[in-house]
Structures are given as structure tokens and as C-alpha cells.
């Protein structure tokens, strides 16, 4: 029961495994090795062979170590699509709790026609172009202020997208000649935020909210959304993005913003998307590049 | 540990000296400002050591009535003390409560006592507050005997894990379980809002954003929960929380009441990263340290803040500055070197080249320049990705110069920063991650000897160097932006020398709740703390 023969006899299984399955279960649809990938819409997850299916995950059961907490873990396993699932690892964490590490092939099928995903309704641009788009149809800066609202005293998302160190690889909106970013830092209250984007004229309005807890980021964002709407008459309200990894994909609506970004966005994305939503009157029509 | 370190950076004792120099130059002027004002939160934390506890039916505590009330009557110029042990004497109510419930209604009327109605005032007050140092006092050998009694942890750095679930009944549990797994110190993660709240709330509390209000209650529940945890473990386990924000002076003499061990009480984060006013943070600090000194409590510095807002490599001098100030500001306030947990971190891009080498310089200078200070080593935030796996990796590596460099004080990273709050199973795999580091590397102190002119020296001399070098600037900055505010230091956050923020001396939160002392100011808490004495 060392973990070494635990793991060995793991992979030993799973190989076993997946040669029997590649035998007998050949999915309709689903790509024979020598076929690539990208051909088939029906997808299983990729260990080491394609359709081999396997996963692995982990999780804790509160229940104190032994062979009936392992078997619930492997029906927890089966429960969950893993058929045959391998439990690699156990250990106790505590007298009342065990944590485990399983191993196993899934038995869903993934169809990649039914995934939908939002399409950026923008083109890219590069810094350069964004600046002559600004300059040549705006015809003076494009105001941004930004703030990290509520509680949140995290402005590692904010100032990503603002600083001019920006993120991965691009410079932040601060860098942009034709911008003139405000940055108010963490835990800017409502009201403040409202009358600095009052008192600078700003085009655009950027909250980030990163660390959250039931549902913090979604109160604080209509709270400020409705407090802009309040503040200012129909139509002249800012633009109103919210950023965070914690923000559902479609939900501007219940929020009550223009666009939503999540993790992982780049300062080029976001100016992109200024550009495209201020500076050029928007073309419904225009897909992503 | 102290003349092995001094050998490992061939550091010069004069440039060392130079440094420590510049800091007071930088730090003394504002020592004079900080004299010279109080604040409602000094005050309040008066009016908590002479026993005034409690709120009304909307949680607002009798502290803050009473200040309130006592302001708009006569003012806080001359500290809060007098006039309501002046109206003690008068009558006005049989106690402390009853004062300052009638006193929130406006049936008080307070006045500035004079000749012998003010010595008898200062007096009686001098009596009242005395009784909390005293609870204070008696707090630190209670801390002492269970120290001798269950011990200190076998090994350094002391294990520091993090409790945040918002329910201080969730956190004990989780405390005592992170304590069985190893943890020799847990701190509760405040509610992040706390910190511009310029009240304490009052009793348990169940909810909170992203951690547990700092109340009185919670800190004697989590305290007894982990006495219990001790005598279990057969080693002292020590409590940490948060002195910070508009109530840093409150929660501070809160936590020597309630015999918590360590506080976060950094002398500018409230400044740059809460936008709090630098006068008022200044003066609530300069208070909080005193009590610290007197509870016996380590402070943990938040120089990690500057690596996560600047690039790490960039900004390292920043903290080798922060920690020099922080060091005048804490001795100044009566602080001892072995309660000074200065604060530093593992947060350069792991992309970088090198980034390990130059990561054992930083945390080298910090050992080296602070021998006797118990260093807060703190993990990778920043470059965590979501991506567990490799964030367990750079977890490691952070715990390897955690050993590497005789740390004292370990904050446990986690693979799961930046995805959830730790689960159960992530405080687990990040012990054993610790224990793995401590047991297969921790005597390799006496092994790493970084050759002399190498590249760890090389890099550790620049960062002294660059920190001289902003010190003088500050000390001798002069933008004369406000003739208010001479203070050099101040001049230089004023115009965004420390993490790019701007913070003038005339703006930020709290700036209301400053008072200018008046000749006769009188605060026994203060007089006590200063004088030693216990009554």
C-alpha cells in the first residue's frame, strides 16, 4: 500500500483499461487515432491516448480514513461519470476527514457544436490604432476612471488593465496618449466614484472586483450601476464595465452594465472595446476577428 | 545566527548605520506631529481601558457616544479623560455606562474642570484607566506562564496559517484543526470593509466579507479556543489579527485585553492602500505600538503590499525603506527588537531569470539588516495563476528561502490563492509542502555561504544601496506643496514615492476624527504607557 505500488497499479489499470475501451467502445463520431482532433465535434477528455477519457480529481469527504471512506469515495467517483474510476491516493486529514486524489475515465461525451460561448463583438486593435481612432473621430481624449468598489481592497485587476505596466505583455490604458485615465484605487465609495466621473467628464467607468464573498461583487456592481443611473440624465450615463473572474458571462444585463470582463483580459482588449462601443457608433453585425 | 548573517552579505556596518540614520531623520518629524494630535479613536481607546464596553440597540459602542458627546460639548483638546471624570464627580451618573448613555441622549452637560475639580478628574481618570494597563499586564505573564507552560514551537520559522470564513463559530473549528496540522500561529482575516469602519463592532459575529470582524468577543472566543488548542498540542499557540485602519488604536488595546500575540500594524498601508489620512494614521499608530510594546505583542509590518502593487525586482528597495521606517517608528514606540515581525515577500515574476537567486538576496538583506527581528516571510500572490500545480511548485520554492535564510515567522502560501478561500485539503497539501521544505533543507543555513562579489551579494549591496538613496531623497524632500506640513516624509507621500500613490496630508479618510492637542491635554493611558507605570 506504499503510495509508489498505489500509483503503479493505477496506471497499470488505467492502461488496461483503455485498451479495452478502444476495442470494444468506439463512439459514433468520435475520431479514430490517425484522425485529428479538430475534425470531430464529439470530444472526450486526453490522458495519453486519444479517447482514453481520463480525469483526474481531487476532494475531501468528512470522514475519518479507512476502507468504507475509500469506498465512498470511489461511488462519489462513479456518481460523477468516472467508470472505471482509481483511487490513487488517500490520506487522513484529521481524525474527521479524508482527502483523496482519483484517477478515471469519464464516461461523457462532450459535443463541441453545443458549446456557446460569447464571440467578441469587437475588433482588435493595436495601441497605435486605438490612438488614431480616438484621435481622428472622438477628437479629444477618451476619458476613463477606474476604481475598485466596496469592500474589495484587491486592485491587482484594476491596475492590470490601467497601469501603464499593464498585463501580460501589453501596457496598460495609462500608456495610451489619447486617454486620460483616473485611477481611484481600492475601496472607493459609490458616491465618489459617481462624482469624480461627474467632475472629469469620463467617456467610461471601470469597477473591478476581485475577492468577493456571497455575492458581494454582484450587490456592490448594481448598487453602482443604479447610482449612476440616478446621477446622471438617460443617455449620458458613462460606459459602465465591471471586470473579475467572478462576473457570469452574460449577466450585463442583470447587472446593469455595458460589458462584463472576466479573467484573464488584457488592458488591449479593454480599449479595444472602448473604441469600438464609444468612438465608432457600433455595427451589430460585426464579429470578432 | 547574528555574526553568521553579518558574514553572508559583507555588508558595511557605517552604510548600515547610514541607513538607520536617514530613516529617523525621515520618521522624527512626524514622531512631533504625532505628539502633538489625537484622534476619536485614541481616545475611545481610552475610554476602553478604564472599562466602557458595550453598544446601543444600533450597535454604535458607548466609546463612540461618549467621544461624540464629549467633543461637541468642550472639544477633544484636551483629552476626553478629564471632562467625563469631571462629570463622574459632579454626579452626573453613578459610572462610566450610565455616563455615556445619558451622554448619547445630550443629557450630559461636560466642561474643562479647573484647580482642584481638575486634579481630582485626572486623578480618578489616571485610577480608571490604570485598571485596564493593569488587565493588560496581567494578560502578558498569563501569556508568559503558558509559554514556560506548553512551550514554543521546536523549530523556526513559526508556522502562520490564515482563518477567513467570515463566522468566527466556523473559524474555530478550522483554527484548531490548522493548529493539529501544524500551525503554531493562525490569524483571522478581518472583514474587509473593517477597516474604514470608524467604530469596533460589538459581540460574535457570523457574517463578514472575505473574513471575521475584529471584535472584542471574537478575540476572547478564538483566544480560549486555542488555550484549549495548547494544552492539546503541548505548545503555546499564538493568535494574530489586525491593528489597522480607523480603529487601529482600539483594536490594538482590544487585542492586549484579550491577550492576543501578534497584530499586523504596518505605519503607512493605512495611508497608501486604505487612502486613510496620514496625520490620523500616524497618531493612531504611534498610540496602537505603544500598547503593543506594553502587551508584549509582535507586530507583522505589510511590506508585501509594495511587491504586489510594483514589480518586485523594481520595488525591492521600497521595502528595505518601509522596513527602516517601520523599525524607527516601532523602537520609538517602545517596541523591542523581538516584536518586530518586519515584513517582506516571495512575489517576483517567476518568469524572471534568476528570480530564485535574487529572491534569497532580498530576503538575505532583510535577515541581515534586522538580526534580531523575527522576519514575516510571505508567499507568492501575485504570479499565482489558478494553475495549482505549478503554484505548489513556486510555494515550495518560497518555503526553501524561507529555510534558506533562517526566517522567523512563515506565512503558509497556498496553491489556491487567487481561485478560492483555502479549503480544508489546500492547508493540508501547503503544511506538507512546509514540513517537506523544513525537514529536507532546514539545516542548510549552515551550509549556504553565498560566495563573496557573487551575484546574491551583488544584488543585495544594489538594494541597500538604491534604499539609501530614496531615504535621502526622503528626508530631505521639499515640494513644499503644503507650508502646513513641513514633514519631509510627509512631503514624499504626498507626491507618490511610496507604491505610486499620492496622498496629501490634507485629504483621506479619518481626517475629521484629528484633534490638535491643547496645552493641557491630558491622556493617563498615554502617561502610563510612557511612564511604566501600573498605577
Known amino acids: 500500500m506504499t503510495p509508489r505500488t498505489e500509483a503503479q497499479e493505477a496506471r497499470n489499470r488505467s492502461r488496461r483499461h483503455v485498451s479495452e475501451r478502444r476495442m470494444e467502445d468506439a463512439v459514433v463520431g468520435e475520431t479514430s487515432l490517425a484522425e485529428s482532433v479538430l475534425t470531430t465535434p464529439i470530444v472526450r477528455p486526453y490522458g495519453d491516448t486519444t479517447g482514453d477519457g481520463m480525469v483526474q480529481v481531487s476532494f475531501t469527504l468528512p470522514l475519518p480514513h479507512d476502507k468504507r471512506a475509500e469506498g465512498a469515495a470511489l461511488q462519489l467517483a462513479a456518481k460523477m461519470g468516472m467508470e472505471p474510476a482509481i483511487l490513487v491516493h488517500a490520506k487522513a486529514i484529521g481524525p474527521k476527514f479524508t482527502f483523496f486524489v482519483v484517477y478515471g475515465s469519464v464516461t461523457h461525451l462532450v459535443d463541441v457544436r453545443e458549446v456557446q460561448v460569447v464571440e467578441r463583438e469587437y475588433d482588435l486593435l493595436s495601441a497605435k490604432d486605438t490612438n488614431a481612432a480616438i484621435r481622428k473621430h472622438l477628437r479629444r481624449k477618451l476619458v476613463v476612471v477606474g476604481a475598485c468598489i466596496g469592500t474589495d481592497a484587491h486592485t491587482v485587476g484594476i491596475d492590470a488593465i490601467l497601469n501603464i505596466k499593464g498585463f501580460a505583455g501589453e501596457k496598460g490604458l495609462e500608456y495610451y496618449r489619447e486617454m486620460a485615465v483616473h485611477n481611484l484605487g481600492a475601496q472607493v465609495l459609490i458616491p465618489d466614484l459617481v462624482n469624480t466621473a461627474r467632475e472629469v467628464r469620463a467617456d467610461a467607468v471601470l469597477v473591478s472586483q476581485v475577492v468577493t464573498q456571497r455575492d458581494a461583487h454582484i450587490h456592490n456592481t448594481q448598487a453602482m450601476s443604479a447610482a449612476f443611473r440616478e446621477a446622471f440624465p438617460k443617455g449620458k450615463v458613462p460606459l459602465l464595465i465591471v471586470g473579475g473572474p467572478r462576473f457570469e458571462e452574460g449577466s450585463a444585463g442583470t447587472l446593469g452594465v455595458d460589458r462584463i470582463f472576466g479573467r484573464g483580459t488584457t488592458p488591449g482588449e479593454v480599449a479595444s472595446y472602448l473604441v469600438h462601443a464609444l468612438v465608432n457608433p457600433p455595427t451589430p453585425s460585426r464579429k470578432g476577428a | 545566527m547574528t555574526s553568521r548573517a553579518r558574514r553572508l552579505l559583507d555588508l558595511d556596518p557605517a552604510t548600515v548605520r547610514r541607513a538607520r540614520t536617514l530613516a529617523r531623520r525621515a520618521g522624527k518629524p512626524v514622531v512631533d506631529l504625532a505628539k502633538a494630535h489625537t484622534t476619536v479613536s485614541v481616545e475611545r481607546a481610552t475610554l476602553r481601558l478604564a472599562g466602557l464596553s458595550g453598544a446601543d440597540h444600533e450597535n454604535v459602542p458607548w466609546v463612540n457616544h461618549l467621544v461624540d458627546a464629549v467633543r461637541e460639548g468642550v472639544g477633544l483638546e484636551h483629552g476626553v479623560t478629564t471632562p467625563v471624570w469631571d462629570a463622574l464627580a459632579r454626579g452626573e451618573a453613578p459610572d462610566l455606562l450610565t455616563l455615556a448613555q445619558k451622554a448619547s441622549s445630550g443629557g450630559v452637560s461636560f466642561r474643562l474642570p479647573e484647580k482642584a475639580g481638575l486634579t481630582r478628574a485626572r486623578r480618578n481618570a489616571r485610577r480608571d484607566v490604570a485598571r485596564g494597563i493593569r488587565t493588560i499586564d496581567r494578560q502578558r505573564a498569563t501569556r508568559d506562564r503558558l509559554i514556560t507552560k506548553h512551550g514554543d514551537p521546536e523549530t523556526k520559522p513559526w508556522v502562520y496559517l490564515i482563518v477567513a470564513t467570515g463566522d468566527i463559530y466556523e473559524d474555530i473549528p478550522q483554527a484548531q484543526e490548522a493548529a493539529r496540522e501544524g500551525a503554531d500561529i493562525i490569524a483571522v482575516i478581518r472583514s474587509t470593509g473593517q477597516s474604514l469602519l470608524d467604530f469596533v463592532p460589538e459581540g460574535a459575529t457570523r ?325 511604566g507605570s501600573t498605577t
Request: charged share 20%; hydrophobic share 40%.
Open chain 2, 207 to 531: 457574517e463578514g466579507y472575505a473574513g471575521t470582524y475584529a471584535t472584542q468577543e471574537n478575540f476572547r472566543l478564538m483566544r480560549a479556543a486555542l488555550d484549549e488548542s495548547s494544552k492539546e498540542l503541548g505548545r503555546y499557540i499564538r493568535l494574530t489579527n489586525y491593528a489597522s485602519g480607523l480603529c487601529m488604536p482600539e483594536i490594538a488595546t482590544l487585542a492586549g485585553l484579550e491577550r492576543l500575540d501578534m497584530m499586523l500594524n504596518d505605519s503607512m498601508y493605512g495611508i497608501l492602500f486604505r487612502d486613510i489620512n496620514p496625520i490620523r494614521t500616524f497618531v493612531d499608530q504611534r498610540f496602537s505600538r505603544q500598547i503593543h510594546a506594553r502587551a508584549g505583542i509582535i507586530i507583522n509590518t505589510g511590506e508585501d503590499n509594495y511587491l504586489t502593487t510594483a514589480d518586485a525586482v523594481d520595488a525591492a528597495h521600497t521595502v528595505t525603506v518601509s522596513q527602516l521606517l517601520n523599525e524607527y517608528f516601532a523602537k520609538e514606540a517602545g517596541l523591542a527588537d523581538w516584536q518586530l515581525g518586519l515584513g517582506h515577500a516571495f512575489e517576483i515574476d517567476p518568469a524572471v531569470p534568476q528570480s530564485f537567486r535574487l529572491e534569497l538576496a532580498h530576503a538575505l538583506l532583510a535577515r541581515e539588516l534586522f538580526p534580531q527581528a523575527p522576519l514575516k516571510w510571505m508567499p507568492p500572490t501575485k504570479h499565482m495563476t489558478g494553475d495549482v500545480f505549478r503554484g505548489y511548485l513556486l510555494d515550495g520554492f518560497f518555503n526553501l528561502v524561507g529555510a534558506m535564510t533562517g526566517q522567523g515567522i512563515l506565512l503558509v502560501g497556498m496553491m489556491t490563492e487567487a481561485v478560492v478561500t483555502p479549503w480544508l485539503s489546500d492547508r493540508d497539501l501547503a503544511l506538507q509542502n512546509v514540513r517537506y521544505v523544513m525537514n529536507a533543507a532546514g539545516g542548510l543555513t549552515e551550509d549556504f555561504h553565498p560566495p563573496r562579489g557573487g551575484f546574491i551579494q551583488q544584488r543585495a549591496h544594489q538594494v541597500l544601496a538604491e534604499a539609501i538613496e530614496l531615504l535621502e531623497e526622503i528626508a530631505t524632500d521639499q515640494g513644499g506643496a503644503d507650508p502646513h506640513y513641513p514633514q519631509p516624509l510627509l512631503e514624499a507621500i504626498a507626491d507618490g514615492t511610496f507604491g505610486a500613490m499620492k496622498r496629501a496630508p490634507t485629504k483621506g479618510k479619518g481626517l475629521d476624527g484629528v484633534v490638535v492637542k491643547a496645552d493641557g491635554y491630558d491622556n493617563p493611558a498615554v502617561t502610563l504607557l510612557e511612564e
